[in-house]
């Protein structure tokens, strides 16, 4: 069992930056494959960024490629999403989600445990 709070969100004007960050619980959060997914008002929940249980293998959206950076900190049990370049499109709830599936999955199905999400706001 896992459970995860997301912080960090917030307003921001574009072009500016924001990092989420997923605290999470339980003994075995080194195990498992983190994501970062987004959903805007009236839209699916979609894949931002994924990351696998060691760090080294790391997984984007187009949409965000280049612009936001997400990482890890197993020790910590916490996973970050750092956002620059932040565009009004980007604005959405975030949402930290872990799985113990083998591969950094990009589908909401891939993952298990979903935190309650953060809003972040970008102005143009």
């Known amino acids: 069992q896992v459970q995860l709070v997301e912080s960090g969100g917030g307003l921001v004007q574009a072009g500016g930056s924001l990092r989420l960050s997923c605290a999470t619980s339980g003994r075995t959060f080194s195990a498992y494959n983190m994501g970062w997914f987004r959903q805007a008002p009236g839209k699916e929940r979609e894949f931002a960024a994924g990351?696998?249980?060691?760090?080294?293998?790391?997984s984007y959206a187009s949409s965000v490629k280049g612009r936001f950076t997400v990482s890890r900190d197993n020790a910590k049990k916490m996973v970050y999403l750092q956002m620059n370049s932040l565009k009004p499109e980007d604005t959405a709830v975030y949402y930290c989600a872990a799985t113990g599936a083998g591969k950094v999955g990009v589908l909401r199905e891939d993952y298990r445990y979903w935190g309650q999400g953060t809003q972040v706001t970008v102005s143009s």
């Open positions: 990351i696998s249980w060691t760090g080294g293998t790391t």
